[in-house]
């Protein structure tokens, strides 16, 4: 079985500032790890995505998440941050097979002017 | 046109009544989800077609039943909805090899009153 746990259900930065949003897996087999950005009244859109290979993944709109095995962990990380990365943001794990998605409860992100 | 389109977006109905909601994608992929969103939830996985004649229950299929009418089309139905299935539900697909990098409908707001 595999799970998600998404430190911080709200967070807030204000403008400029780096962003850090927190993702720690559970997985039996080597995972997949992917964030998701949803908008308000939109669905969910992938940000970026790690399968095997480089453990430095960059994705779009400057958002990059780095997989440590070691700590189970796949940070989201930006800079700095602008206004127009209010939204919500979900961290989701699969065992690259199936493909079925388990996801995070989520984070939403607030940027303060 | 959207790769992945769910109709109605919005809908109100009764405790009881019978309804369907519809999935339909341009992508060309097998493979559709069924999830729905719940505050402080995230996303759960209601059902999965790999394939026309492949249909699975995933984690809370409890209540509701699928058909894939083609490989471009999977509808969600509540034979008798409850209050508790109010939520945001969401159509997804995915192509083979991706590991779970899905494309999302815009999603479909159901309240059961």
């Known amino acids: 079985a595999q799970s998600v746990t998404q430190l911080g259900s709200h967070v807030s930065v204000s403008e400029g500032a780096l962003v850090l949003l927190r993702c720690n897996y559970s997985?039996?087999?080597?995972?997949?790890l992917f964030w998701y950005v949803q908008y308000p009244n939109q669905g969910l859109q992938l940000l970026l995505k790690y399968t095997t290979g480089a453990t430095l993944v960059k994705g779009i709109n400057g958002f990059e998440a780095e997989f440590k095995k070691s700590e189970t962990s796949f940070h989201l990380t930006k800079p700095s941050a602008h206004m127009s990365d209010a939204a919500e943001y979900f961290c989701a794990v699969s065992d690259g097979r199936s493909e079925k998605l388990t996801f995070g409860t989520g984070t939403r992100l607030t940027i303060i002017p | 046109d959207a790769d992945v389109t769910q109709t109605p977006r919005n809908r109100i109905t009764k405790t009881g009544k019978r309804i369907m909601l519809e999935c339909s994608q341009t992508?060309?992929?097998?493979?559709m989800y069924w999830y729905r969103q719940d505050p402080g939830l995230g996303l759960r996985l209601i059902y999965y077609?790999?394939?026309?004649?492949?249909?699975n229950k995933g984690e809370i299929s409890d209540g509701y039943s699928v058909s894939r009418q083609a490989q471009a089309k999977f509808s969600l139905s509540l034979e008798s909805a409850i209050p508790n299935q109010t939520a945001l539900y969401f159509c997804a697909t995915s192509d083979p090899g991706q590991g779970g990098g899905y494309t999302f409908g815009s999603g479909t707001r159901l309240t059961v009153v």
């Open positions: 077609s790999f394939d026309v004649k492949d249909i």
């Open positions: 992508k060309g992929h097998d493979r």
């Open positions: 997985s039996s087999v080597p995972p997949y």
